[in-house]
C-alpha cells in the first residue's frame, strides 16, 4: 500500500456528463500529480500541484481541470466527457515539489459510454 | 522535450533465469532522475528503482539492478533469479532535477512474462 488513496475506483458514466475524482497523498506528502493511462496515449502526466498552487502542467485538456485543497488533498474535474476520455486516472503525491520519489495510488478507472 | 524509449514490447523469461529490459532516453540536461516502475495486473504503478544522473554507481535493490550509462543515454534494467511475481508492465521513466522539471516522461512500457 503506497499511502496514496484514490476514489472512486470505478467510474461508469455517458459522454457529455462530468465526473470528479478524488486523490488523498501520503501523509506529509504536499506535492500531487495527476497522470492518464489510455491504451493509445500510455502514460501521460496531466498537472501537478504544491501546497495548494499548481506547479506544473503537462497534456491536459481544457475540459479538465484540478485543485488541491487546504488540507492537501485533490479533485481531478472531467467535463464534457468523451469516449477517448476513458482510461485509467493515477494521482500520486511526494513530499516536495521535485526531487523525491512519487507514490502512485491504484488508479480510478473511468469508463465512458 | 524529453523522450523516453522502450524498444521491447515484450519480453518473457524462464522462472529464477535472468532477464534485461531496455531504456534509452533523448535529453540535453545534466542533471536528472531515471526511474522504473513496475505495472502488475492490479495496475498500481510500484517503484522499482531509482537513478540519480550524478551518481556514477548504478543503483541495485535486492534482485533489480541497473545498468546507466550516461554518455549512452541508456537505462537498462536487470531482474535475477526471476519469479512469478515480476510479470508485469514494466515502465521506464525520466524526471529533470531542475525546480521546474517536475514531469515523469514515460516510456511505452514493456511487457514481462515469467515462464514456470
Known amino acids: 500500500d503506497s499511502g496514496v488513496t484514490q476514489t472512486p475506483k470505478h467510474l461508469i458514466t455517458a459522454t457529455g456528463q462530468r465526473v470528479t475524482l478524488r486523490c488523498s497523498p501520503r501523509?506529509?506528502?504536499?506535492?500531487v500529480y495527476w497522470y492518464q493511462q489510455s491504451l493509445d496515449q500510455g502514460l501521460q502526466f496531466l498537472i501537478q500541484y504544491y501546497n495548494g498552487e499548481e506547479r506544473a502542467k503537462g497534456n491536459i485538456l481544457e475540459r479538465f481541470s484540478a485543485q488541491q485543497f487546504p488540507d492537501l488533498h485533490s479533485e481531478l474535474n472531467l467535463s464534457s466527457l468523451e469516449l477517448g476520455d476513458s482510461a485509467l486516472y493515477f494521482c500520486?503525491?511526494?513530499?516536495?515539489?521535485?526531487?523525491?520519489?512519487?507514490?502512485f495510488g491504484a488508479g480510478t478507472r473511468l469508463s465512458v459510454l | 522535450a524529453q523522450t523516453v524509449t522502450q524498444s521491447q514490447p515484450e519480453m518473457s523469461v524462464q522462472e529464477a533465469e535472468t532477464v534485461t529490459l531496455s531504456c534509452t532516453y533523448d535529453t540535453s540536461e545534466s542533471d536528472y532522475y531515471l526511474f522504473w516502475y513496475k505495472q502488475p495486473p492490479s495496475r498500481q504503478m510500484i517503484l522499482v528503482i531509482r537513478?540519480?544522473?550524478?551518481?556514477?554507481q548504478n543503483a541495485t535493490e535486492n534482485r533489480f539492478s541497473v545498468n546507466f550509462q550516461k554518455a549512452a543515454k541508456s537505462f537498462s534494467l536487470k531482474i535475477s533469479d526471476s519469479q512469478l511475481g515480476d510479470a508485469a508492465m514494466y515502465f521506464c521513466?525520466?524526471?529533470?532535477?531542475?525546480?521546474?522539471?517536475?514531469?515523469?516522461?514515460f516510456g511505452p512500457g514493456t511487457r514481462l512474462s515469467v515462464l514456470p
Open positions: 501523509s506529509g506528502d504536499l506535492s
Open positions: 521513466a525520466y524526471r529533470s532535477a531542475d525546480n521546474y522539471g517536475q514531469n515523469f516522461v
Open positions: 500520486a503525491s511526494s513530499v516536495d515539489w521535485g526531487r523525491t520519489i512519487q507514490y
Open positions: 537513478q540519480e544522473a550524478y551518481k556514477q
